[in-house]
């Protein structure tokens, strides 16, 4: 009995350590905002976390992918071949942005799912474009699981625009796909739009080819990456 009642304070006094021990670590660790991580994730911020341009979700809490990188994005068998150096391009300039990798590209064509939840993040070359989006080129959707991006589709509108890839020179009659999916890459990490002239600029002119990240969109990345 002593022996019992010995072992159940010990393991309460164990356990509150351990806690405080995480939560000294992790307020010390984490970037512009504080949380408590646990298993990569952040389960409490202590105020709202600054946006950093990610999503956040009720709790202030920036969503992004934290640990679970990189990102797996499929090109499905619907985009044409044609633009599958571009799209590996793209995720090589986040790449190397930030210096290691967060988006790895491989094309899939015997992968038969739609845009849906199913935890594999793909790339479709959409020709029954919703009419009431008609003036999109493309959108990117995500599922989250409390602060974390489980699952990431981008969809691109091959209904109401041309494309062209960058080594076909500009046009202004198609969009540069290369600078389009580098934008929506930017959505699969998390980032929201920028105002100015960096790549998460919301509007993306026919012909215009923008391959430059802007120090302020790098620096905001660093939030989660
Ligand atoms: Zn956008």
Redesign the pocket.
Known sequence: MRLEKYIKIDSRKYLLLVFLVLLSTELLSCKKGQSFKFGGQDLFAFGAQDSCHFNRNSMGIRISWKASLPVNLLIHKSVPAIYDKDIIAAANLWNTAKGKTLINVTRDDTFTNGVTNDGHNVIFWSTDWDASNSKEQ?L?STNTDLSRITDADIRINAKNFGYSTTAQSTSSSTVNLESLIL??M??VLGL??FDGDGV?S?YLPNGKIRLNLSSDELSELSCEY
């Open positions: 493309a990117t934008h929506e930017g959505h929201q739009h998460m919301a």
